[in-house]
């Protein structure tokens, strides 16, 4: 069965850096979409960002996150990064990895995701 | 970023028909594909629909999907309690190049 298991989150202090990381298995990882999406304490969802399969490459971004958030895929470990830098308080959110279907912008896995505070 | 326009609740009882709107723009519902969500507490999103209507396998009937012009609608019939839940839309954005989603709709099955 598919399984998406997110780690790397933690808590961290303004400006800081911390990398994402999930774990894919139970699909065929080089032909799927990637995706990072958050959903802060007591808020709705919001996408971060999209890397296309292997083959391609192309990546996209939340405004929010653009120059600061970089996606990245190791399809040798069929895995999904999120690098983040300069980090600040509104981006404190609880970070899902999901898997892209069909058409982009639909999401068929979600993992449970990994918590990620930043505060001083 | 602009989101998608869903209301913030909307309630039924319990084996009534219940819609949730979903409004966006030509450049995202209105020319790309629509996906709902459902989120219990404390738990990842679930998939629904996707392509505007089709449902993944596992998804009952009584859940629908429809589009018309730049609105959606997801249709849950024969409410039950455990459809209690938070709601979202998705959709991509052909301009922005991003994926939008919708504020969230919490449903209350009374």
């Known amino acids: 069965q598919v399984q998406l298991v997110e780690s790397g989150g933690g808590v961290v202090q303004p400006g800081g850096s911390l990398r994402l990381s999930c774990a894919a298995s139970g699909f065929t990882f080089i032909n799927s979409g990637m995706n990072w999406v958050r959903q802060a304490p007591g808020m709705g969802l919001e996408w971060v960002a999209f890397?296309?399969?292997?083959?391609?490459?192309?990546?996209y971004y939340a405004d929010s996150v653009k120059g600061r958030f970089a996606i990245s895929r190791d399809n040798s470990k069929n895995t999904v990064f999120l690098q983040m830098n300069s980090l600040s308080a509104e981006d404190t959110a609880l970070y899902y990895c999901?898997?892209?279907?069909?058409?982009?912008?639909?999401?068929?896995?979600w993992g449970q995701g990994t918590l990620v505070t930043v505060s001083s | 970023q602009s989101v998608l326009t869903q209301p913030p609740s909307v309630s039924a009882a319990p084996g009534q028909k219940v819609t949730i709107s979903c409004s966006g723009s030509s450049s995202n519902i209105g020319k790309t594909f629509v996906s709902w969500y459902k989120q219990l507490p404390g738990t990842a999103p679930e998939l629904l629909i996707y392509d505007n209507y089709e449902r993944p396998s596992g998804i009952p009937d009584r859940f629908s999907g429809s589009k018309s012009g730049t609105s959606a609608t997801l249709a849950i019939t024969g409410l039950q309690t455990g459809d209690e839940a938070d709601y979202y839309c998705g959709a991509w954005d052909s301009s922005l190049s991003v994926v939008l989603f919708g504020g969230g709709t919490k449903l209350t099955v009374v």
């Open positions: 999901a898997k892209g279907v069909s058409n982009w912008g639909n999401f068929d896995y």
């Open positions: 890397i296309r399969p292997d083959g391609n490459n192309d990546k």
